[in-house]
């Protein structure tokens, strides 16, 4: 029996700079600029700088990640 697993790619709503590294957690948010927590990368105000090299929001990539590996019962449901 094969099973197949969606290894589609998601959006974790995580932006990392791609000019210094900084990654941007919108669970956590910029307590530096009093940003609170859950406010999400395309909800800042344009003026928002990377707190470490001061670049731009349009310097900051997508970070997409593979889901965690469902568990079993899950993969049984797939079958049907
Ligand atoms: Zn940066």
């Not at 530096?32 to 800042?44: K, T, V």
């Not at 344009?46 to 001061?54: E, I």
């Amino acid at each position: 029996m094969e099973i197949k697993i969606n290894f589609k790619k998601v959006d974790t709503g995580k932006r990392r700079c791609r000019i210094c590294g900084y990654i941007y957690d919108p669970k956590k948010g910029d307590p530096l600029r009093n940003i609170s927590p859950g406010i999400y990368f395309e909800d800042l105000p344009d003026s928002w700088r990377c707190p470490v090299c001061k670049y731009q929001k349009w310097q900051f990539w997508i970070i997409l990640e593979e889901p965690p590996i469902p568990e079993e019962k899950e993969l049984l449901l797939d079958e049907n």
